[in-house]
């Protein structure tokens, strides 16, 4: 089983930077960010692959940077120009073909609020 521990999270203003950070048990091929508010399905927010091919939402292209350091089974997002709208628990994921089902973390609370 593959742990994801997470970092990061809490409270800005509207055009605020935050940083989360996600660290691996083991070495994962893909690893990412999604994000939920209540009443709404998970969604992608941004995922990188170890050749460090990136993926981002569409609401986020542009202010949000992931990035990985695959020394340390690391995934991080930058979070700039924060909007109220992304607020919601974010979820670090990672996915391999070694393993058959997602991995997912605990999940850290991102506020965006004046």
């Known amino acids: 089983q593959v742990h994801l521990v997470e970092f990061g999270g809490g409270l800005v203003q509207p055009g605020g930077s935050l940083r989360l950070s996600c660290v691996a048990s083991?070495?994962?091929?893909?690893m990412g960010w999604y994000r939920q508010v209540p009443g709404k399905k998970r969604e992608l927010v941004a995922s990188i692959r170890w050749s460090g091919d990136t993926n981002y939402a569409a609401s986020v292209e542009g202010r949000f940077t992931i990035s990985r350091d695959n020394a340390k089974n690391r995934v991080d997002l930058q979070m700039n120009s924060l909007k109220p709208e992304d607020t919601a628990v974010y979820y670090c994921?990672?996915?391999?073909?070694?393993?058959?089902?997602?991995?997912w973390g605990l999940g850290t609370q991102v506020t965006v609020s004046s």
């Open positions: 994921n990672a996915q391999d073909g070694r393993h058959p089902q997602d991995s």
């Open positions: 083991e070495t994962m091929f893909e």
